[in-house]
């Protein structure tokens, strides 16, 4: 079982960004964290970010044949990019959304996910747990 986590825009500056919305984990301690929970799992973890929009489009169109979940956190792309959505419904491999904070008690920007229709589901709101109940999640997605 192999799951790809991808991080988008400004997810490199956790610890440091917005520490009173983000908290002070760094995204090398989330990627411990989460690869502590897989290998409890039985699952491996390709954990990647960037800041490019195309970067993660490409991520997404190679992981077909290489993956069976792909978990993304994909930042302020999440509210703007329609070739993200179009690639994650091209692709078709299960994929769920992530977020730290709770997008929906934020701004009305944020409220607005654009790739939420093409993902099997959301957790939102849990912090670094967001990252590790996607773990389950993922598992969870494969055996149903
Ligand atoms: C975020 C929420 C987004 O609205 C924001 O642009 C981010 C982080 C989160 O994990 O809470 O960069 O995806």
Redesign the pocket.
Known sequence: MKILFLN????NLLGQ?EPE??GRTTLADIEAKVRERAKKLGADIDFRQTNLEGELVSWIQEAKGHFDVIVI???????TSVALRDAIAAVGLPTIE??????HA??E??HKSLIAPVCRGQI??FGVN?YVLAVEASVNVIET
Not at 8 to 11: A, I, S
């Open positions: 988008g825009p400004n997810l960004r919305v983000y956190n994909a930042a302020a792309y999440t509210h992530i977020h730290l904070s709770n997008v934020r701004e920007f944020r939102v709101g967001s």
